[in-house]
């Protein structure tokens, strides 16, 4: 039986209050890394063996779109779950084009994170 802890999630989210839901929502099941810009996203995801990211599509420095146009182009089969407050099918397909594997839009239900999370995940 595989122990959820042993997997790594990376959140990229500028956003202290967005963080912290997550954390509250899934945080006692995996183990979160946080990054708060693109930046530190791709650099932690260099740094760091993780099995998913949950991607804020909106960040300083470099936006969570560019953030993951670059991590596709190191590893095309990473899970990148886009995160965003932006609702509409035309941010979607942008972030879907720039290689995310899928979307959840802000404020995010709970139930919803956790099926996206475990679609991505290697089963039981």
Known sequence: ????????????????????????????KY??????TGVEAINEFDKQRVYLILMDTK???????????????KDPKIPIIAVTA???????????EAGCNDYLVKPIDVNALEETIKRYLPSE
């Open 1 to 28: 039986m595989i122990d959820t802890k042993d997997y790594f999630i990376l959140v990229a989210e500028d956003i202290e209050f967005n963080y912290l839901l997550i954390k509250a929502m899934i945080g006692k």
């Open 31 to 36: 183990n979160l890394i946080r990054a708060k």
């Open 59 to 73: 960040m300083p420095e470099m936006d969570g779109i560019t953030a993951t146009k670059i991590i596709r182009g």
């Open 86 to 96: 932006y609702a509409f099918n035309s941010d979607k397909i942008v972030a879907m």
